[in-house]
């Protein structure tokens, strides 16, 4: 069987095949709503959103800034959709936007002080959790309020990788950073992460 | 084991799978042996676990309803800075009181020399006065104390002989993150030039109240005067570079054709 032509990315692509949106590359839903379809915006709101979500918590030390500032993210992403090249670096272009967003919203918010008793503030599910959960949940409140004191450019390496899921050569490419620097980042984050949980009581 | 016994950091090396072969080998046979070596290597383990968790509070959370009423036009924006007080009020104090600071202190001209440079005429007649603003309105000199939550105010002397045509001010924290007074920015997507400003021998007041939310410690304000429109992310990759300890002490920033003045504040709660 002959393979499909890839269709030129400068070229609208048609959403009039079989192919659903949720099952379109990054950059056609990019294309597509650049070309005002609406849903396909919206399907890479869906797509990204829960990772975005994630990243901008572990980012900030606070769910509530976290959403304020993914939300945002995604406004400012359909904003740069005219001028966004899709030549298949839509994690990179996006993991800009969202840390961009995220140091904004940390600027406007304040110091990591403040991010982490905005965070301890958080309201905790009313429902009662088992107690494996519950000691995962705290365990992962003191990772995140360490995390909140750790460097903004060795936790913007450590938050990418494991929230954000990415290998460390896209996050060089994102952060426009060699590969070698992601590296000794991640690693000298993780390191000043678990100096700072020695220290918690 | 025939190496080393391994580190925390070489135990997150090869969890992300930056060992190389042999000792990954090594290390996964010590294991077996070892429990202390085991324990460590699950600690190590349940960390970047605990990093990959979901946020419990988000789970389940859809933005797309909300990102669709962020893209609705909104009323023309009114001119508003990152971190500021934004009521008109407190806005229209500040700069009353600001304006009363100026005319009733004019700054003598010692005062007006640029810090830490040659004594020679561009800075004797160049040169920035800050001065804080507490939330009732009530203004001072900046001195080497600076409370959490009151804004500051700046003035400007553009009167040597060759004058600049534009300034910079921003205020660079302990951990290296950079607060912007003039030019103001507030969208991540925007990159501001540096103020256009007036040259002549008055002084200028810049007429705003900003309030940044400071952590406490050291903060060093520094001002820019330059003959080009110097854009803020030129300034954020220097800062970068430099360093959060070298952003806040080097006398001048590595900014060719400018003068520039330095005040290092402790910011109190």
Same mark, same amino acid.
């Given at each position: ?68 500032? $993914?939300? !945002?993210?995604?406004? /400012?992403?359909? #904003? +740069?959709?005219?001028?966004? =090249?899709?030549? &298949? ?39 009662p959790l088992p107690d494996e959960r ?11 309020? $360490?995390? !909140?004191?750790?460097? /903004?450019?060795? #936790? +913007?390496?450590?938050?990418? =990788?494991?929230? &954000? ?37 | ?130 001065y804080t603003v507490a939330a009732d ?39 290296g993150a950079v607060f912007w007074y ?88």
């Amino acid at each position: 069987m002959a393979e499909p032509k890839r269709q030129p990315l400068s070229v609208v692509p048609s959403v009039d095949g079989e192919v659903e949106l949720a099952a379109r590359a990054d950059d056609e839903l990019m294309l597509l709503a650049r070309g005002g379809r609406a849903e396909a915006f919206d399907a890479l709101v869906r797509r990204h959103q829960a990772r975005a979500l994630d990243v901008a918590a572990k980012f900030l030390g606070s769910p509530a800034v976290a959403r304020d500032a $993914a939300q !945002a993210a995604f406004v /400012e992403l359909y #904003r +740069a959709l005219p001028r966004y =090249r899709a030549n &298949g670096a839509f994690t990179a272009f996006w993991t800009r936007v969202l840390l961009n967003q995220c140091r904004m919203a940390a600027r406007a918010r304040g110091t990591e002080r403040r991010h982490l008793d905005g965070f301890a503030q958080e309201p905790r599910p009313v429902a009662p959790l088992p107690d494996e959960r519950l000691l995962a949940t705290e365990r992962q409140r003191d990772v995140q309020r $360490a995390l !909140a004191r750790v460097s /903004e450019k060795l #936790r +913007a390496v450590v938050v990418l =990788r494991f929230a &954000g899921d990415l290998s460390l050569s896209e996050i060089a490419t994102a952060l426009d950073l060699p590969v070698g620097t992601v590296k000794s980042r991640l690693f000298a984050g993780l390191a000043q992460l678990r100096a700072l949980l020695e220290e918690t009581p | 084991m025939k190496g080393s016994r391994p580190t925390r950091d070489e135990l997150a090396r090869l969890l992300e799978g930056e060992v190389v072969a042999t000792r990954a080998a090594e290390l996964d046979a010590a294991g077996r042996d070892d429990a202390g070596l085991r324990a460590e290597l699950e600690a190590e383990r349940a960390l970047h676990a605990s990093l990959r968790a979901s946020v419990p509070e988000l789970e389940g959370v859809d933005l797309v309803e909300a990102v669709r009423a962020g893209l609705e036009p909104a009323p023309a924006p009114g001119p508003s800075r990152q971190g500021r007080a934004v009521a008109a009020a407190a806005v229209a104090l500040a700069a009353m009181a600001l304006a009363f600071v100026v005319w009733s202190g004019r700054p003598s001209t010692d005062d007006a020399r640029v810090k830490g440079g040659p004594a020679d005429a561009v800075e004797r007649w160049t040169g920035v006065w800050a001065y804080t603003v507490a939330a009732d309105g009530r203004s001072a000199p900046l001195s080497s104390v600076l409370r959490a939550g009151d804004g500051l105010a700046f003035s400007y002397l553009n009167a040597s002989a060759s004058p600049f045509s534009h300034l910079l001010v921003f205020g660079v924290g302990p951990s290296g993150a950079v607060f912007w007074y003039y030019p103001a920015w507030e969208q991540a997507e925007e990159d501001p030039e540096a103020v256009a400003i007036r040259a002549g021998p008055e002084v200028v007041s810049l007429g705003e109240k900003i309030v940044h939310p400071l952590e406490p410690g050291r903060f060093v304000v520094r001002a820019v005067f330059a003959t080009r429109p110097i854009r803020v992310s030129e300034v954020e990759e220097m800062i970068r570079e430099l360093g959060a300890v070298r952003a806040q002490d080097v006398e001048h920033v590595p900014l060719p054709g400018t003068v520039q003045q330095r005040v290092v504040v402790e910011v109190v709660p």
